[in-house]
């Protein structure tokens, strides 16, 4: 449907309608787990967007693109393209998603190590929000939060935190509860030395009988994310062969879903707790099969950086030879003048 709305708006001649609808083939792209058309597309709709004065367009462009980066683990490109997206937003009059942005700059932030500039990043999305009830990423929001604080061992407020942040999404954002109750049970799992496994456990129940029991259609890397921390917990108690059928079950989602990074992950725990199990050659299995997916992720990383240097190199030509056109009309211009002065002289 999006496809048609783009050919029904390019016939109409409707500019705003044609890019909005690159944006929304790319951010589908990259929902179904195709970073690379998804990027194609956004790059496509940026260019768009940019040859038609749609500054809206490209700052939603320029932060999908920020968010493949992102998958793809480049996240100095990441956070250029996001930042430049939020630039461009500001300068629109549309105030609703700035908070989505700030957040996708706080967790880049968070994924460096920059606790601090996620922090002041985190907040400044929530005084974003605050206008406009976007209660759905506040929810999200307080989690990440939540889940920082828990990293740098301050518990008590990561946990008041964290049951804010799932109080919330059972109200007004039961499509992110998952991925909430999630973070929620990773922040009980590193609560004090041993952590608050039992909790851990049932939030992830929760969790996993939400996605059966909900109207609300989830796909299958919901169901990985949880799988694999409830992995990790069970590790941490030391059920080993449960843990190990978790992993399987979160290698199998995300496999069926194409995402590789969680591939990675399911593939390595997988890998280590079959080494704890002295089951060593089903280990190796897992680290080959480890190796090759990191292979083809470090492939698809190096393609799409490569694919924004080339971007950037032909936006660069392109701007060079606008300054040369314009500064031979400037000279033909004063030639022009300069022959017409000595006829009227």
Known sequence: MVQEARVLAKQAGDRDAEGESLYRLAALA??????????????????????HGLPLVRAWCLHLIGLIHVDAGNHAEALAHCLRALSLYRSTDHRV?????LNTIATIHHESGDADRAIVNYEAA?????PYGR???DALIVA????????????????ELALAASTACRIDAPGFLPDVLTEVAQVYARRNADGDLL?????????LEFLDSSTVVFDDLDRCRIELVYGRIEMRSGRHADAIDHFRRALDFASLVGARPQQLEAHTELAEALTAMNRHEESISHWRARFDVQQAIHAEATTIRIRTMQVAHEAEQARRQTEILRLRLSAAGLAQSAGSARTSS
Do not use: K
Not at 34 to 46: H, K, Q, S
Not at 97 to 101: Q, V
């Open 97 to 101: 998603d700035e908070g989505n942005i």
């Open 199 to 207: 909790t851990a456990r049932q939030l992830l129940s929760d969790a």
């Open 144 to 159: 990440n939060v939540a889940s920082l604080r828990s990293e740098r061992g301050e518990h008590d407020e990561a946990v």
């Open 126 to 130: 929530r005084r974003a929000n605050e």
């Open 30 to 51: 990259q929902y179904d787990g195709e970073p690379g058309d998804a990027f194609a597309l956004a790059v496509e709709g940026d260019e768009f967007a940019d040859a």
């Open 135 to 137: 209660s759905d990423i």
